[in-house]
């Protein structure tokens, strides 16, 4: 089996993983195995190959998150529908986060606008990540 072969047969596993994980990273790298199989095609020999492969790859996975990220942070926050909902803190711990439920979920919690925040009843302000603001009530 030649080197372009088994550049395209990794391709097509690459995109066989992808299509069952739900993730674009895999995709990213199976055009990473597609630069190597145009440069097998090329007659060029094994390094070159990883080279590009690498290159090619790395450098769709790098660029993917830099616009994933930026799509993350364009989305404005008032459409959380959870922004403005009431949860209740039962205790904060040392670092001032807290673990609380809400919609059947357990979330940490932050209160940046105290520094000993108290328990009770508090309002999400916003969502960072997985993380929920919040306001005391």
């Not at 959380?80 to 711990?93: R, Y």
């Not at 940490?108 to 009530?137: D, M, N, Q």
Request: glycine fraction near 8%; include cysteine; charge should be neutral.
């Amino acid at each position: 089996m030649n080197d372009t072969t088994v550049w395209w047969l990794v391709t097509g596993v690459l995109v066989a993983a992808e299509l069952m994980t739900g993730t674009f990273y895999l995709l990213m790298l199976a055009i990473g195995a597609v630069a190597a199989a145009l440069a097998a095609h090329l007659g060029a020999g094994l390094t070159p190959q990883l080279v590009s492969a690498a290159v090619v790859g790395g450098l769709a996975v790098v660029l993917w998150r830099l616009k994933s990220l930026r799509r993350e942070a364009q989305v404005p926050t008032e459409l959380h529908l959870d922004i403005g909902e009431t949860v209740q803190v039962s205790s904060w711990d040392a670092q001032g986060t807290a673990q609380v439920k809400h919609r059947g979920a357990h979330w940490t919690a932050i209160c940046p606008t105290s520094p000993t925040p108290a328990p009770g009843p508090h309002r999400i302000r916003a969502i960072e990540g997985s993380r929920l603001v919040l306001e005391k009530i």
